[in-house]
């Protein structure tokens, strides 16, 4: 392609409202361009990228089984309704009317429709398991479209859907499609971990997210250091032991702790420890009040509260619903005296002698407090988030935390769809069984921009030769010059027939097209420069900067040999 007849719109100046590196270049490379608030159109740059990405994905979920079709992204609210998310789901859903005012939904995800559709379609057992998987446009009405690409309001995905008669089937997909997916984030060139994860409002029990590496990623991963462990934060089990001290246990007294909120105010104040303190929260669990007691150094996790009372919402009460229900502020609650609330408490926290917590009356604080003597608790489990240097869950090393951006999920659904919509099928004995579902999911325009953010320098993109955009930038010094102009010609004709190759045939200044190049990224850069005339080019590996001239009887050998390095 000739660079002439292209739109690469590049930039000069980093645009004001770009915050992360893969969307500053990403913008400045003429790859992409803001049509609304997470929104963007993708330029023949990134489309050629996504062309790459798309075409390692589908390669992969061929290979795991998939099947490719493609679903309407306008959804019927009816599908909705039955599955129980139309309300459920929350305002990301865009809802929209048509002029007959019957209700549609913009599709953020497909799981309705291909129940639907598999529903109607499959009758018996003998069919099963199905894979199918599409790649398409997704709409999500995010409250803060931000990072360009990696949390917008329109983009592209590849989703697939997994129908089984058996558990045991659906884990042979699942691992399947988990390797699939593998391969196609290390075919990308990205630096990823596969991590334990939540499944959210998808529904389903076991998940993993395919997490890249990023320190602008929004997900804290928490991963061992000796091990190849990984789980999101929110999920990593605490296998931490806790043995209490030999301190003899201490009479109780309530003293005053005036304006003391916060664990760390009331510690200092008291001279104690923050692993001494009992941290009390009001959870609403299913609307139902619970008190949760967590170590003064620990948080909470709501994840795992949710989990463990396999509730639909847990979230933590409002000032005034603390007030109502416990009689005080937020920085004075405590279990002592509570009898109409449920409490449940952190492992660690009954270990804790001589204390320290609320005393449920404001500006007071209970000192020497000892569980079991003191207060009474329903039952204690692992509610809290792991930290770093806790023991690894697997038993292997000690827990470190790095940020990741989510570019792949895989869900094991269960019934939670196909028993919600009837999808049914007969079993050998002619029994009606519920359909037992996966789900699969790849952000791809996100997937772009995790390889734009992990791959970059202060001049600009750097390619993966897997998914470049292109693999030769050829670039003519002077245009006007004949020996320059009839090289490039023949090396644009012979390179081209091997490489896909971009060819800068613009009437600009040396220093544009050079800068250009960097920014752009493409692996491998040919100059025809002032020794055109004597066969010999300038070849730059766009990953070291190493710059070497060679002729060009050596030129495509030369050119094969740096981008198998890449």
């Not at 951006?405 to 999808?423: C, N, P, Q, W």
């Not at 990224?521 to 070291?544: L, Y």
Request: aromatic share 8%.
């Amino acid at each position: 392609m000739k660079q002439s007849m292209t739109l690469i719109p590049t930039l000069r100046e980093v645009p004001a409202d770009a915050d992360v590196k893969s969307h500053q270049l990403l913008l400045r490379a003429g790859f992409i361009r803001q049509n609304a608030s997470g929104v963007y159109s993708y330029l023949p740059l990134a489309k050629r990228v996504l062309t790459k990405i798309e075409a390692i994905v589908r390669e992969e979920m061929d290979k795991a089984g998939g099947v490719e079709l493609l679903m309407p992204a306008l959804q019927q609210a009816e599908l909705w309704q039955e599955s129980g998310r139309w309300y459920s789901y929350g305002p990301e859903l865009m809802r929209i009317h048509d002029r007959h005012n019957r209700e549609f939904a913009l599709g953020p995800t497909h799981e309705e429709v291909i129940t639907s559709l598999v529903r109607d379609e499959v009758k018996s057992y003998k069919r099963l398991p199905l894979t199918l998987y599409q790649i398409q446009t997704k709409f999500r009405d995010e409250k803060r479209p931000r990072f360009g690409l990696l949390r917008g309001r329109e983009f592209i995905m590849k989703d697939a859907y997994s129908f089984h008669a058996s558990k045991e089937s659906l884990d042979e997909v699942y691992d399947r499609i988990f390797t699939a997916y593998s391969n196609i984030f290390a075919r990308c060139g990205l630096n990823y971990r596969a991590v334990i994860a939540d499944s959210g409002a998808m529904g389903g029990k076991d998940t993993h997210e395919f997490m890249v590496l990023s320190d602008i990623g929004e997900d804290t991963i928490a991963y061992s250091d000796t091990s190849s462990y990984a789980a999101n934060i929110e999920m990593a089990p605490v296998t931490a032991t806790y043995a209490k001290s030999s301190e003899t246990p201490k009479r109780i007294e309530k003293v005053k702790t005036e304006n003391k909120k916060t664990i760390a105010e009331v510690s200092e104040f008291l001279k104690a420890n923050e692993d001494q303190c009992i941290k009390s929260l009001l959870f609403k669990i299913d609307g139902r009040p619970v008190l949760v007691l967590v170590r003064g150094d620990h948080e909470a996790n709501d994840i795992k509260l949710k989990n463990l009372f396999e509730a639909g919402s847990v979230e933590l009460a409002e000032a005034a619903e603390t007030k109502e229900i416990l009689g005080c502020e937020v920085g004075s609650v405590g279990p002592i005296g509570v009898s109409n609330v449920e409490i449940i408490a952190d492992h660690a926290v009954e270990a804790i002698v001589n204390g320290v917590c609320g005393a449920n009356e404001e500006d007071y604080h209970y000192v020497n407090v000892n569980p079991g003597t003191d207060f009474e608790v329903g039952r204690y489990a692992d509610i809290r988030f792991i930290q770093e240097g806790d023991p690894s869950p697997d038993g292997q090393g000690k827990i470190l935390f790095a940020k990741g951006i989510e570019v792949g999920h895989v869900f094991k659904l269960g019934t939670r769809y196909s028993e919600a919509m009837d999808a049914m099928y007969l079993d050998e004995n002619g029994k009606s069984q519920p359909m037992i579902m996966g789900c699969y999911g790849i952000g791809v325009s996100r997937t772009l921009s995790a390889v734009a953010e992990q791959f970059n320098d202060e001049k600009g993109l750097i390619w993966p030769q897997a998914v470049a955009p292109y693999k030769v930038h050829l670039i003519a010094i002077n245009m006007k010059d004949e020996a320059q102009a009839s090289l490039s010609g023949q090396l644009y004709e012979s390179i081209g027939g091997q490489f896909e190759t971009l060819f800068d045939d613009r009437q600009e200044r040396p220093g544009v097209k050079f800068a250009d190049s960097d920014l752009i990224g493409i692996p491998v850069r040919v100059t025809v420069g002032k020794k055109a005339a004597e066969g010999i080019v300038e070849v730059k590996d766009r990953k070291t900067g190493e710059m070497i001239e060679v002729s060009v009887e050596n030129l495509l050998e030369t050119i094969n040999t740096l981008l198998n390095n890449a």
